[in-house]
């Protein structure tokens, strides 16, 4: 691999911290799932196109990355979670930040309108619209909802990768937003439970500072039975069958079961043993979901040899 390393003595950022503001990890995610959208759709689209949207989808995903960076640069100091990344660090300066963000922001929409069509660029520019205004600059600050709602933004890439292929909206790319926008509280909240220092360190209201870890705990085991119906839901939608359903019926006991186990502890036993159940079905979340698109891929594979579906 090429050597990235910032040179941490002299505070120069490195090509490294650039790629950080973007948020590699979230990206990947952003990625995969626009992916899957765009090849379980009922219409092939040439490779070359397909490869270039979801490019731009990425660059989209990277630029509401980096102008996330510049506005929490000031919270992102006092968190032990965010304090090294390249702004609080000083090795980039806020402005290069929103330089970076405003420019993959105009050219990602532009691009994809131009490779792809104008249904996909104009969802794809909301999607940076709503992660950076909706839910960084307003929600994020001001309510412990800011979860629930701002995590639309992470479940609009499906539908973005859809309306690449078939330049609409459908009853199945609403399928798949509504699995990451139901899945993000008992994800997120899982997380926040181990971290709530940091969130109380730098006044952001998440659930777990406003109401107690009590109650968020019990609002993951909540939204976790709120979004069985959802996951088990789009197995009858025309992008699922048999296979995704046995493997989301599967994922999700498990998911359940983490979440059961979250909300019967009190916070001695979390304390006691470091929130080991809460950073396992943290954990689990994650593969949940890779594992939910994963088997919707699978579904599309069978389908176009002739088998699997309902239809």
């Not at 950080?20 to 979230?26: E, F, Q, S």
């Not at 292929?165 to 899982?190: C, N, Q, R, Y």
Request: charged share 15%.
């Amino acid at each position: 691999m090429a050597d990235i390393r910032v040179d941490e003595q002299s505070g120069e950022a490195g090509f490294g911290d650039y790629v950080a503001l973007l948020k590699p990890r979230v990206m990947s995610l952003v990625v995969f799932t626009a992916l899957v959208g765009l090849l379980v759709a009922p219409v092939s689209v040439h490779p070359v196109i397909a490869f270039a949207s979801i490019v731009f989808i990425a660059l989209g995903g990277g630029a509401s990355g980096a102008l996330n960076m510049w506005w929490d640069s000031d919270i992102d100091r006092v968190m032990r979670r965010t304090c090294a990344r390249p702004i609080p660090a000083g090795r980039v300066e806020p402005n290069e930040a929103l330089a970076l963000g405003l420019g993959l922001s105009i050219l990602s929409v532009a691009m994809l309108g131009l490779a792809a069509n104008w249904v996909a660029a104009g969802l794809l520019a909301f999607t940076i619209f709503f992660y950076v205004v909706v839910y960084s600059m307003w929600l994020k600050r001001t309510t412990p909802q800011n979860i629930v709602i701002g995590g639309a933004a992470g479940a609009f890439p499906p539908m973005i990768g859809w309306a690449c292929a078939t330049g609409g909206i459908s009853v199945e790319s609403v399928a798949m937003f509504a699995l990451i926008f139901m899945w993000t509280p008992p994800h997120f909240w899982s997380l926040a439970l181990f971290m709530k220092d940091d969130y109380s360190n730098a006044g952001v209201p998440m659930l777990t500072v406003t109401h107690g870890r009590k109650s968020a705990r019990t609002h993951i085991l909540v939204y976790t039975l709120l979004l069985a119906p959802v996951t088990i839901g789009t197995g009858f939608t025309q992008i699922g069958g048999g296979v995704y359903l046995a493997i989301a019926t599967l994922l999700h006991a498990r998911f359940l079961w983490g979440a059961w186990q979250i909300w019967r502890r009190d916070e001695a036993a979390a304390i006691a043993d470091k929130y080991k159940v809460e950073r396992k079905t943290f954990r689990f979340s994650l593969i949940y979901l890779a594992a939910l698109f994963a088997a919707l891929l699978a579904e599309a594979g069978l389908h176009h040899f002739g088998f699997g579906g309902w239809w």
